[in-house]
């Protein structure tokens, strides 16, 4: 059968339109040029350059290959050999509560209790009475000197009450599992010699029975409920935007260290709303996914308005549930399989009931939603395994749906073979092992500490994935603080590692930050790599991580971030 002429004609044009059409589309908005590229992309691991349009990557290459792509109004920016990484991807920390640890007093720095009352004694100064004064970052096991009056290395509040007789004052702990309240806010609580510790939580008393001022676990409810008591008497609108500074301040906060994404792990169905408009209006300038956390009877009423998939054209999703098991190591809350070496016949805090668990986990699998559970302790990253493999029995795809454990930092070595046959991702910090390491062999011993304390390579090697973070504001969000610890297993402050048998090598430490992070949000096709069609988030560092010495790593420099192409954060000269 011939073809008419006319149709043959027609078609010609058409192909020679589209070309054209085409041509003019791909053309780039931005081409960085001799750069070293690690892309974290199998297929094409470096590269020397990319071109970037509509805030995707359309092209790597060379930077002859790359060029084809430029056109009249393209920027092109020659970097002379600079080091680019994806966008690093905070993969378990505090969105809003890292925005209040900029605003309110931070103890994350104090190298004793003495100085941590001063600091409050200078606030109390400024401000009215009967205002409450709220603080965050002290860590009992991390002051150069002792207390000389405490129990298990906590002060009594007397220091603190005699600077300030009329200021309640709720200073939480640098994990966020416990506080430590003064005389005035135990008054206004109620707490008495008589007051029982609630399920979950210790009041910690002195020898004859007082309050010291240290409340752990679900305790602290007693002094949070009259400080909420007092932020509901505020003015609404003043912590409304309070509240928005602290969301600008973190963000500023973390694109100075080049992430470009932040899983955040517990928001309130408020916070959810609140961000998803940010999003929408475009005033969210890192990538957030959020966890929601509520009691199994909330989310049962509220869980119809999920999930919320890349709003804002990719900077809001929210697809998860945080729940929890334990506490935190440092104030004796893991929950232990066997006693703390130094606090003989205690096992820690279950938290959380393995009932109530249950109820969140039948409605993650109803609404078809991820489940991350704050498990720090061996006991209870057990039970957080045999309640997946319970449901996994029923619903054979479980395996897929990466549910997480937060933190996973203590675990039985026989425990460790069993999270890669149910997909469980192990959601570490690496900053928390060198943070917590002049302890962790005192509160477990060494041999738990040298086996199943943060055990990376174990874990690693038993085909687990492992994604990272800082869990900040208990930690600095500095990524590459964490990313040192992780490859080094060593502290800033001192060169002896903790156990470095179970270290990252240093592209493991990288992945973990880029793309375990993204498939522990299910975020992969769009982000974790440079690769053609991802998002343009990156990073421009001051060294080559991979190739730098171990001294030099303390030393890199965020020099740039970018965030859908378009430049977010630029070091000051």
């Known amino acids: 059968m011939k073809t008419p002429k006319a149709f043959v004609r027609l078609l010609f044009i058409a192909i020679v339109f589209i070309s054209f059409q085409c041509s003019q589309q791909q053309k780039a908005d931005l081409i960085i040029l001799d750069a070293e590229i690690y892309t974290m992309d199998t297929l094409l691991p470096s590269v020397q350059a990319m071109a970037i349009k509509d805030g995707k990557i359309l092209a790597m290459g060379t930077d002859e290959e790359i060029m084809k792509w430029a056109g009249s109004e393209t920027e092109v920016e020659k970097l002379n050999g600079q080091f680019i990484i994806p966008g690093l991807i905070e993969g378990h920390a505090h969105f809003s509560y890292l925005g209040k640890s900029l605003l309110d007093l931070n103890f994350m720095n104090v190298t004793s209790w003495d100085e941590a009352v001063r600091m409050v004694e200078e606030a109390a100064k ?35 009450s005699a600077v300030t007789p009329n200021h309640p004052v709720i ?47 679900r305790a602290m409810s007693l002094i949070s409920d009259p400080f909420n008591q007092y932020l509901e008497t505020l003015d609404e609108d003043a912590l409304q935007e309070k509240w928005l500074m602290g969301i600008k301040l973190a963000q500023e906060e973390c ?39 509520h009691a199994s ?25 945080k729940s929890e098991l334990d506490g935190e190591l440092g104030v004796f809350g893991a929950w232990k399989l066997k006693p703390y070496a130094d606090k003989p016949g205690y096992t820690g805090q279950n938290t959380t009931s393995i009932e109530e668990l249950k ?11 991820q489940l991350c559970v704050h498990a720090i302790g061996d006991k209870a990253n057990r039970e957080f395994l045999n309640i997946c493999d319970s449901l996994f029995k029923i619903n054979p795809e479980g395996n897929t749906w990466r549910w997480r454990s937060e933190h996973a930092q203590h675990l039985d070595t026989a425990d460790i073979k069993r999270f890669a046959p149910l997909g ?21 011993g060494q041999e738990r500490s040298r086996t199943g304390a943060y055990a990376w390579r174990s874990l690693l090697d038993a085909g687990v994935i492992i994604n990272n973070g800082t869990d900040a504001p208990v930690e600095s969000i500095d990524p590459i603080e964490c990313f040192y610890a992780s490859v080094t297993r060593k502290r800033k402050d001192s060169w002896k590692a903790f156990f470095p048998e179970q270290s990252m090598t240093r592209h493991e430490g990288l ?15 769009n982000k974790g790599s440079l690769s053609v069609g991802k998002y343009a988030d990156f990073v421009i560092l001051s060294n080559n991580l991979i190739t730098c010495t171990e001294a030099e790593i303390l030393k890199t420099e965020v020099l740039r971030t970018y965030v859908g192409g378009k430049l977010a954060y630029q070091k000051a000269n």
């Open 359 to 369: 109820k969140i986990a039948d409605l993650a699998v109803k609404h078809k939603m």
């Open 255 to 293: 694109l100075s260290h080049g992430i470009t994404s932040f899983q955040d792990a517990g928001s309130s169905f408020e916070e959810v709303e609140q961000y998803r408009k940010m999003a929408e209006a475009s005033d969210l300038k890192v990538r957030l996914y959020a966890m929601v956390r």
């Open 126 to 160: 400024k401000l009215p009475e009967g205002t409450w004064i709220e603080g965050r970052g002290w860590h009992q096991e991390k002051w150069q000197t002792i207390p000389q009056e405490n129990v298990n290395g906590y002060p009594f509040h007397d220091a603190l």
């Open 424 to 444: 469980i991702l192990a959601s570490m910090q690496g900053i928390h092992c060198t943070s917590d390491a002049p302890f962790v062999v005192k509160r477990l």
């Open 511 to 525: 992945y973990s930050y880029t793309m375990a992070n993204a498939m522990a949000a299910f975020e992969e096709k």
């Open 297 to 321: 009877d909330v989310l049962a009423k509220e869980l119809d308005k999920l999930p919320i998939i890349d709003a804002g054209n990719g900077y809001f999703t929210c697809r998860a549930i």
């Open 171 to 217: 200073l939480r702990h640098a994990s966020g599992h416990s506080l430590f309240a003064n005389k005035k806010a135990m008054d206004l609580a109620g707490i008495q010699a008589e007051t029982p510790s609630p399920s979950g939580g210790v009041i910690v008393r002195s020898s004859d029975g007082e309050a010291i001022g240290v409340f752990e676990e």
